[in-house]
T-cell receptor
Framework: QKEVEQDPGPLSVPEGAIVSLNCTYS??????FMWYRQYSRKGPELLMY????GNKEDGRFTAQVDKSSKYISLFIRDSQPSDSATYLC???????????FGAGTQVVVTP | DVKVTQSSRYLVKRTGEKVFLECVQD?????MFWYRQDPGLGLRLIYF???????EKGDIPEGYSVSREKKERFSLILESASTNQTSMYLC????????????????FGPGTRLTVL
């Protein structure tokens, strides 16, 4: 069983819709949770970063962490075609920054 | 801005060849990482380095080695390439000591798509 599970999609939504992404994990020692966005033929870039449980909002993006359920989410409001990308969750304990990544979810926002 | 560069975007090699993938970062980061990315499997850590000449095995080190002679450069070596090493290879770096308490943001290069025939 993988430490981090993420549905690979693809997830197709119309422009303006809310995109909902999630990951589940098994290691209760994870403390830091991240979402990376990866455009085609590019390396991943950090989108959201959350420590421990709770919510974090940045513009159209909201990240949620529920450590009791070992579940993290990313919401994208008012989605745009430019949001079409693969979204990867990542998490780590507080040592050495060694991350565990999800498989990534491909999102397609259609005009 | 942090910049992580990789020596090649696309590479085609033959089975049994020795392959070198080079990665350079320009922000004086302590930590550097090599991942491979495969469909449905996400990013898997091959090796990482937290200091010059220091290295640690990741989750899938078999068939790979690494070299870090200078702080800014981290090389991945495939001693004898095999077809199952066909993949996208991503290099990343992170600040290290100064950011360890918060788990460190990793900055990625554009990737090298390696095909082994």
């Amino acid at each position: 069983q993988k430490e981090v599970e993420q549905d690979p999609g693809p997830l197709s939504v119309p422009e303006g819709a809310i995109v909902s992404l999630n990951c589940t994990y098994s290691n209760s020692a994870f403390q830091y949770f991240m979402w990376y966005r990866q455009y085609s033929r590019k390396g991943p870039e950090l989108l959201m970063y959350t420590y421990s449980s709770g919510n974090k909002e940045d513009g159209r993006f909201t990240a949620q962490v529920d450590k009791s359920s070992k579940y993290i989410s990313l919401f994208i409001r008012d989605s745009q075609p430019s949001d079409s990308a693969t979204y990867l969750c990542a998490m780590t304990t507080d040592s050495w920054g060694k991350f565990q990544f999800g498989a990534g979810t491909q999102v397609v926002v259609t005009p | 801005d942090v910049k992580v560069t990789q020596s090649s975007r696309y590479l085609v090699k033959r089975t049994g060849e020795k392959v070198f993938l080079e990665c350079v970062q320009d922000m004086d980061h302590e930590n550097m990482f090599w991942y491979r990315q495969d469909p449905g499997l996400g990013l898997r850590l091959i090796y990482f380095s937290y200091d010059v000449k220091m290295k640690e095995k990741g989750d899938i080190p078999e068939g790979y080695s690494v070299s870090r002679e200078k702080k800014e450069r981290f090389s991945l070596i495939l001693e004898s390439a095999s077809t199952n090493q066909t993949s996208m290879y991503l290099c990343a770096s992170s600040p290290g000591t100064s950011g360890r308490a918060r788990g460190d943001e990793q900055f990625f290069g554009p990737g090298t798509r390696l095909t082994v025939l």
